[in-house]
């Protein structure tokens, strides 16, 4: 937060601090302590920047309310009065609809902006949320700015666009980016957007902090856990094939073009219970014959557990020895036991005790990488849909007035910027959203900074696509947008596609999507017919038969590919190796390809 607050203008510091698995967890804490469920690292983070965000009239924006918004608010209330900073709290509620979903731990709708709008409208100088749509936070700033009403679904999708850029922070200024060699990412600085009145946006970061902004950084971060083009979410339905990307100087990209469509009627609602029970051991294989000696060791489990098997069995053997290896760890294997129950008794004891019995009379050179636990509870993700007009969307204003929040409002004034000492509003400017958390930044900007680990990016609408063929791919005789013309036929050479396109992906509960570009027309030409959900199929061995959906964006030179139940029941089920499927596209770009060599 004070890099973003010190580092330039800024007229609003948004911060993202939820996703699916930190509901999950503040679901939990909650249980321990009815006034906890909020995330306690923001209240940390803010003892130390408040009164630097004061002094510079910079409003702050947060979701980190999680399951208890009021709560938050009011103990930012008593930090500030502790600190003797005079700030005006306000904050949104009514995403919270456990009481309809009994058997959830936690069950919270995802709201829009509208509440952040109507708190900002009313001379809040913070902002605390429940669960909002992470794009959200850099819609209401902007519509409390310009005065947007509900209908202005271009400029709204505008900044929907601008806030999913920015509500993963450093992942839009080279942090986890695909091209990172060449360039300076070993402490990148976080992303602020400059937001225009007609919607349009730049991508930028404060002068002198680390890594880069480019069209790449940009794309990588708009294909990060999307779907289709339609963008559904509770402000606006983002058109993400409309969207154009332009270089504007150093560190800017421009952001414009984007359409927007009516939001549909529903809103999106993340539930999360315990699932059950786990437990996992890694058993390592040293030298020679690690087949066997996994064989072996399978076996004797099996026979060990008899009757207290657990429910759920898995195995996954990864082979990273290496053939006459100059240490032993490059020698050794990593055999995988996972297994899950409801019955904590038959993942505990029965296991762990059954796993370390074998230490005398296995395989040569048994050992384990950690000694079997007692096993956990782990947590389940579900998706459903409510009619969005039954969900009490309130803001809370910081008077205490409740003001019950509807799309349907007729737009308000514009908002002018305030000129707080030393701060550096503009009346009538654009404003600047910052992801530092995630931030918008003073005179023109919002943007966003560092909050929690956010792994989710939600659009929070119902999922809309485009008809589909029988294989996923979304034609272009029903509604698809049209490939471009193939590349002539030429000699190639196998090498990895990782040369000549880039990847990103990511989860959306059991879901991953791989959104991959190319950074040239003529690699966009061959990629497109080359990279089919046939061809996704045999590259990745994972994805059989499982349900793959092919989404063509060629303004972005881009594909996206969303690969259903490939990580189970979400992320703290832990279903998977790589159970958010972040490394699933590198994976892919690792992959060979037989590619013209026109492209190497």
């Avoid at 100087?249 to 315990?274: M, Q, Y």
Wanted: aromatic fraction near 6%.
């Amino acid at each position: 937060m004070r890099e973003m607050l010190t580092g330039g203008p800024l007229d609003v510091l948004t911060g993202d601090y939820l996703a699916e698995l930190t509901m999950l967890i503040l679901g939990r804490d909650r249980l321990k302590d009815p006034r906890l469920g909020y995330a306690k690292t923001f209240l940390r983070q803010l003892e130390d920047t408040l009164g630097t965000a004061h002094e510079r009239g910079v409003r702050i924006v947060t979701n980190a309310g999680g399951l208890n918004p009021a709560g938050l608010a009011e103990a930012v209330r008593a930090l500030a009065g502790r600190l003797g900073i005079p700030v005006r709290v306000a904050h949104v509620e009514g995403d919270d609809v456990s009481a309809r979903f009994p058997d959830a731990l936690t069950a919270h709708a995802y709201l829009g902006g509208a509440g952040i709008a109507a708190c900002l409208r009313a001379g809040a100088d913070i902002v605390v949320t429940g669960r909002v749509t992470d794009a959200a936070l850099v819609t209401g700033p902007a519509a409390a700015h310009f005065g947007w009403g509900p209908k202005e679904y271009d400029r709204l999708a505008g900044a929907v666009v601008a806030g999913h850029v920015l509500e993963c922070g450093t992942q839009a200024t080279g942090g986890n980016y695909a091209f990172f060699s060449g360039h300076d990412v070993r402490r990148p600085g976080f992303p602020l957007a400059e937001i225009h009145a007609d919607g349009t946006a730049v991508v930028t970061k404060h002068d002198g902090t680390g890594g880069f902004v480019d069209i790449g950084t940009v794309t990588a971060q708009l294909l990060y856990e999307t779907g289709g083009a339609r963008y559904a979410g509770p402000d606006v339905t983002a058109r993400l094939d409309t969207v154009r990307l332009a270089e504007d100087g150093p560190d800017r990209v421009r952001v414009s073009g984007v359409r927007g469509e009516a939001p549909p009627p529903t809103l999106k609602v993340g539930l999360n219970r315990i699932g059950g029970w786990r437990n996992e051991v890694v058993f390592v294989l040293t030298g020679l014959d690690v087949e066997a000696k996994a064989r072996l060791v399978r076996e004797q489990l099996q026979d060990a557990l008899g009757k207290q098997r657990p429910a759920e069995v898995r195995w996954e053997l990864a082979r990273t020895d290496s053939t006459d290896a100059d240490t032993e760890e490059r020698a050794s294997a990593y055999l995988r036991l996972v297994v899950r129950d409801p019955d904590a008794e038959r993942v505990g004891r029965a296991v762990s005790g059954a796993a370390i019995e074998l230490a005398l009379g296995s395989y040569p050179g048994f050992h384990v990488t950690a000694p079997p636990g007692k096993g956990a509870p782990y947590g389940v993700f579900d998706a459903v849909y409510v009619r969005a007009d039954t969900v009490p969307h309130t803001a809370v204003l910081p008077d205490g007035e409740r003001v019950h929040v509807s799309t349907a409002d007729d737009a308000r004034p514009p908002v002018p910027a305030r000129d707080a000492p030393g701060g550096h509003g503009r009346p009538g400017g654009d404003p600047k959203c910052a992801s530092a958390p995630a931030a918008v930044a003073a005179g023109d900007a919002t943007g966003g900074g560092p909050g929690d680990t956010d792994t989710d990016t939600e659009d929070g609408g119902t999922p809309a696509r485009a008809p589909e063929t029988a294989d996923g791919f979304v034609d272009p005789a029903d509604g698809g947008p049209a490939l471009p013309e193939p590349l002539p036929p030429g000699p190639t050479r196998r090498a990895p596609l990782g040369l000549v396109m880039g990847a990103r992906s990511g989860d959306k509960g059991g879901d991953a999507n791989i959104g991959v570009w190319a950074r040239t027309d003529d690699a966009w030409r061959w990629l497109a017919h080359e990279l089919t959900v046939e061809r996704l199929r045999v590259l990745l061995p994972e994805t059989d038969g499982l349900p793959v959906v092919r989404h063509v964006l060629p303004n972005l030179r881009a594909l996206n590919f969303v690969v259903g139940s490939i990580l189970g029941e979400g992320v703290a089920a832990q279903a998977r190796f790589d159970p958010q499927a972040k490394a699933l596209g590198e994976w892919l770009r690792a992959r060979y390809a037989d590619i013209p060599e026109a492209l190497l």
